[in-house]
């Protein structure tokens, strides 16, 4: 038995195999003496490589369908493209090193070449082009050609995951999530709240302690993990995990029931999702909406833009199933700690302050525009709202709202049945708290995000995971920001709600609720817990 103990980002407990998950290394470099070998063992993988992506397609084209499978055919004629291969092949015969570190170099210039170009269809393949390099890698050195998969629920142990790489999971067979590394703020910490699932960042382990098919205990209320436990240990999962049950079981009987406080004071909780797939999480915990859907969600853990008609059916599923309550879509918010290769966004020293959200949407209109049909046009079959992210002038609503005039207009010309939905805007930058007077009267509703707000106000990058302890969102400073924005969007009549990581806080309800405010929107494990404070509150008092 070995312990370790991590910071927890949602506490829960969990009991199970582990599996450990690899990134991708870079090949290292070795000289060769065989040339001649060392080709026969790039024909092989290549041939390898290719007959898996047939397989894929043919499993793709059941699944998904034969547009969204066709990603399989462009990766298999990647691998027949003579410029590629000749300069793998070159590397190999005049540098006389091993085809892996070939194949990684040139699939490292090829991509740095696409990412460059003006064109977005040749940018997305960068991306393309590192995942068939890594492919072929993955078979010269002999280990299975597919990525990570899951084949049981496990204790996924790495070093470190991306939302693009947590979003690649198959959610079903995730018990618990242990990571060497990760900030209890970022995106990946979010996700394991979202989906109710244990989940520890920090923990100062070496992957090679960690053995794939070994039991382990992730206590996020202890924040301990444990390999190979002993009897004892395993008791006292399994004892936690019936309690957590059973309080679980007593929230049920809240459910159908109003968040209200003892002298009569109401709120509205939502939600917070993902995507569509999380919608069952929002009815099984009776949120009265859906106050955040992060869609960029849908463009992570891809190869290529979601098309309109992905985005719409994914929009049109969510508004159909939450039947008349209200879905808030937040358009794209991409760009800091959530990329995705094909956007080919450079590199940037400081991404949080960086091209990212808004600013990529208004900017590269093509993405924004897509996105924006595909809202209005599902916004006739239920109760959607739109809300932008990131926010900082009164320009770039001005802004926002002639591009949805643009695309109702093309909308209507092309006689497609549409809805212009309620608009808000994220009020998350020091900026927008102190505009919002002004942004109140050109939006209709305003939603806190505290996450970024807290960022951005107290100046500590919410990734750093050595910020941890210094990053406050109880700090005075956040709590006067907020109660100014309610009091700017109260003033002309305007709604407002969090969807922060805060609105979550126990201790912090009674204060946003004599503050005003309006919706608070959390993780769905939070919703019935919320409930059950707020009818225990009584503001007379
Ligand atoms: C926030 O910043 O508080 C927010 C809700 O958005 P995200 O966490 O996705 O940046
Ligand atoms: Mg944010």
């Given at each position: 038995?070995?312990?370790?103990?991590?910071?927890?980002?949602?506490?829960?407990?969990?009991?199970?195999?582990?599996?450990?998950?690899?990134?991708?290394?870079?090949?290292?470099?070795?000289?060769?003496?065989?040339?001649?070998?060392?080709?026969?063992?790039?024909?092989?993988?290549?041939?390898?490589?290719?007959?898996?992506?047939?397989?894929?397609?043919?499993?793709?084209?059941?699944?998904?369908?034969?547009?969204?499978?066709?990603?399989?055919?462009?990766?298999?004629?990647?691998?027949?493209?003579?410029?590629?291969?000749?300069?793998?092949?070159?590397?190999?015969?005049?540098?006389?090193?091993?085809?892996?570190?070939?194949?990684?170099?040139?699939?490292?210039?090829?991509?740095?070449?696409?990412?460059?170009?003006?064109?977005?269809?040749?940018?997305?393949?960068?991306?393309?082009?590192?995942?068939?390099?890594?492919?072929?890698?993955?078979?010269?050195?002999?280990?299975?050609?597919?990525?990570?998969?899951?084949?049981?629920?496990?204790?996924?142990?790495?070093?470190?995951?991306?939302?693009?790489?947590?979003?690649?999971?198959?959610?079903?067979?995730?018990?618990?999530?242990?990571?060497?590394?990760?900030?209890?703020?970022?995106?990946?910490?979010?996700?394991?709240?979202?989906?109710?699932?244990?989940?520890?960042?920090?923990?100062?382990?070496?992957?090679?302690?960690?053995?794939?098919?070994?039991?382990?205990?992730?206590?996020?209320?202890?924040?301990?993990?444990?390999?190979?436990?002993?009897?004892?240990?395993?008791?006292?999962?399994?004892?936690?995990?019936?309690?957590?049950?059973?309080?679980?079981?007593?929230?049920?009987?809240?459910?159908?029931?109003?968040?209200?406080?003892?002298?009569?004071?109401?709120?509205?909780?939502?939600?917070?999702?993902?995507?569509?797939?999380?919608?069952?999480?929002?009815?099984?915990?009776?949120?009265?909406?859906?106050?955040?859907?992060?869609?960029?969600?849908?463009?992570?853990?891809?190869?290529?833009?979601?098309?309109?008609?992905?985005?719409?059916?994914?929009?049109?599923?969510?508004?159909?199933?939450?039947?008349?309550?209200?879905?808030?879509?937040?358009?794209?918010?991409?760009?800091?700690?959530?990329?995705?290769?094909?956007?080919?966004?450079?590199?940037?020293?400081?991404?949080?302050?960086?091209?990212?959200?808004?600013?990529?949407?208004?900017?590269?209109?093509?993405?924004?525009?897509?996105?924006?049909?595909?809202?209005?046009?599902?916004?006739?079959?239920?109760?959607?709202?739109?809300?932008?992210?990131?926010?900082?002038?009164?320009?770039?609503?001005?802004?926002?709202?002639?591009?949805?005039?643009?695309?109702?207009?093309?909308?209507?010309?092309?006689?497609?049945?549409?809805?212009?939905?309620?608009?808000?805007?994220?009020?998350?930058?020091?900026?927008?708290?102190?505009?919002?007077?002004?942004?109140?009267?050109?939006?209709?509703?305003?939603?806190?995000?505290?996450?970024?707000?807290?960022?951005?106000?107290?100046?500590?990058?919410?990734?750093?995971?050595?910020?941890?302890?210094?990053?406050?969102?109880?700090?005075?400073?956040?709590?006067?920001?907020?109660?100014?924005?309610?009091?700017?969007?109260?003033?002309?009549?305007?709604?407002?709600?969090?969807?922060?990581?805060?609105?979550?806080?126990?201790?912090?309800?009674?204060?946003?609720?004599?503050?005003?405010?309006?919706?608070l929107s959390v993780a769905p494990s939070m919703v019935l817990k919320l409930r059950k404070k707020i009818r225990e509150i009584c503001l007379r008092d």
């Open positions: 038995m070995q312990s370790f103990e991590g910071k927890s980002v949602y506490k829960g407990i969990a009991m199970g195999p582990i599996a450990v998950f690899h990134r991708r290394q870079q090949a290292k470099r070795k000289r060769i003496d065989n040339p001649d070998a060392e080709m026969e063992r790039l024909e092989y993988a290549l041939e390898v490589s290719k007959q898996q992506l047939g397989e894929l397609y043919d499993k793709a084209v059941v699944q998904v369908g034969k547009v969204s499978a066709a990603i399989f055919e462009v990766h298999q004629m990647m691998l027949e493209d003579e410029d590629y291969l000749e300069a793998v092949r070159n590397m190999i015969r005049t540098e006389r090193v091993n085809a892996e570190y070939a194949v990684c170099m040139t699939g490292d210039n090829f991509s740095e070449m696409f990412a460059a170009m003006s064109d977005d269809y040749m940018k997305a393949r960068a991306a393309d082009v590192l995942d068939i390099s890594a492919r072929l890698v993955r078979n010269l050195e002999g280990q299975s050609g597919e990525q990570f998969v899951l084949t049981e629920p496990s204790v996924i142990v790495a070093e470190d995951l991306s939302p693009s790489e947590t979003m690649q999971l198959d959610k079903d067979k995730i018990l618990a999530f242990v990571t060497v590394h990760g900030s209890t703020n970022s995106h990946t910490a979010i996700l394991a709240r979202m989906m109710n699932i244990p989940a520890l960042v920090g923990v100062p382990l070496s992957l090679e302690q960690a053995r794939n098919g070994e039991i382990a205990v992730v206590d996020g209320f202890g924040g301990k993990v444990t390999f190979a436990p002993d009897a004892d240990m395993r008791k006292y999962a399994e004892q936690t995990i019936r309690e957590e049950r059973e309080k679980m079981l007593l929230l049920q009987e809240l459910k159908g029931k109003d968040n209200v406080t003892l002298d009569g004071q109401k709120i509205n909780v939502y939600a917070n999702i993902g995507s569509a797939s999380d919608i069952g999480y929002v009815l099984e915990n009776d949120a009265g909406g859906i106050g955040l859907f992060r869609s960029e969600f849908l463009y992570l853990g891809r190869e290529s833009f979601p098309t309109e008609e992905e985005q719409f059916e994914a929009y049109k599923q969510a508004a159909r199933m939450m039947a008349g309550r209200k879905v808030i879509i937040r358009t794209l918010d991409i760009g800091a700690d959530k990329q995705a290769e094909y956007f080919g966004l450079d590199k940037e020293e400081n991404p949080a302050m960086g091209y990212r959200a808004i600013r990529i949407c208004l900017s590269r209109p093509e993405i924004f525009k897509t996105q924006l049909r595909a809202i209005l046009r599902a916004a006739i079959y239920g109760n959607i709202s739109i809300m932008y992210p990131m926010i900082i002038a009164t320009e770039e609503v001005t802004q926002i709202m002639a591009m949805v005039e643009d695309v109702k207009q093309e909308l209507e010309e092309q006689g497609i049945q549409y809805k212009v939905p309620e608009q808000g805007i994220m009020i998350e930058t020091p900026a927008a708290v102190m505009i919002s007077d002004k942004l109140a009267q050109m939006v209709d509703f305003f939603s806190i995000g505290t996450n970024d707000l807290t960022q951005y106000t107290l100046a500590i990058d919410r990734q750093n995971e050595k910020l941890d302890e210094f990053y406050n969102p109880h700090h005075e400073a956040v709590l006067r920001m907020i109660k100014l924005v309610v009091d700017n969007a109260h003033q002309y009549g305007k709604w407002v709600g969090i969807c922060g990581e805060l609105a979550a806080d126990l201790q912090l309800v009674e204060r946003f609720l004599e503050m005003g405010v309006d919706e």
